[in-house]
């Protein structure tokens, strides 16, 4: 059973070039989280998704990034117009249930973003 | 005041030793807990679940949950220098998982 995979696995964009991040859940998990994790510092909240649904979005700035899961297809963290703020290890995270459930996320490889 | 308090450390424990990691956090509202170990440069790993009071014993890791004292701790019986790592505590709460900034852990031979 194949676990979370995300790619790229690295990602080095240009100031104002547009960076997308994609994440396939692990076989028959519907819900998704991604989150950004600075050095030395904790991972951060950005979205949560299912199927063609965004749920919260509360943590991801509300300029620039963008989320999805298509019905068919991974998710997709979309960043337009990249800064050198936006520079982070992007980790998408996988759950069999929501948050009634038994809800254990297993997290993906990452991508690391880099913007030059 | 953060959702997820943890000492950064960091902590060090002789090889064989019990190693005791510490989380509190604020939402008296929080029903599921967890412990990730994350290696430098790597995702993080699920290593315990605990969702009631008490204790929760999975080989060498044991969870403990006081939901009255709002207090998670993760021990880890024998440590090995393979469990040096940064220990993340997370708390979902909502529709949200909030992770603590972890405990760095070093184990020495």
């Known amino acids: 059973n194949a676990g979370v995979m995300q790619n790229p696995r690295h990602l080095v964009r240009r100031r104002g070039q547009e960076a997308r991040l994609r994440c396939s859940p692990m076989k028959g998990h519907s819900h998704v989280y991604w989150y950004r994790q600075l050095p030395e510092e904790g991972l951060k909240f950005m979205v949560y998704l299912q199927k063609e649904n965004i749920i919260d979005e509360s943590g991801m700035p509300k300029e620039r990034f963008s989320a999805e899961f298509p019905k068919e297809g991974p998710s997709i963290l979309r960043i337009q117009q990249v800064v050198r703020g936006d520079s982070a290890a992007y980790f998408c995270?996988?759950?069999?249930?929501?948050?009634?459930?038994?809800?254990?996320?297993?997290f993906g490889p990452g991508t690391r973003l880099t913007v030059t | 005041q953060k959702e997820v308090e943890q000492n950064s450390g960091p902590l060090s424990v002789p090889e064989g030793a019990i190693a005791s990691l510490n989380c509190t956090y604020s939402?008296?509202?929080?029903?599921?807990f967890f412990w990730y170990r994350q290696y430098s440069g790597k995702s993080p790993e699920l290593i315990m679940s605990?969702?009631?009071?008490g204790d929760k014993e999975d080989g060498r890791f044991t969870a403990q949950l006081n939901k009255a004292s709002q207090y998670v701790s993760l021990l880890i019986r024998d440590s090995q220098p393979s469990d040096s790592a940064t220990y993340l505590c997370?708390?979902?709460?909502?529709?949200?998982?909030?992770f603590g900034t972890g405990t760095s852990l070093t184990v020495i031979p």
């Open positions: 939402d008296r509202g929080s029903q599921s």
């Open positions: 995270a996988s759950s069999p249930f929501g948050p009634q459930g038994i809800n254990e996320q297993y």
């Open positions: 605990i969702y009631s009071n």
């Open positions: 997370a708390i979902h709460t909502g529709n949200q998982f909030y």
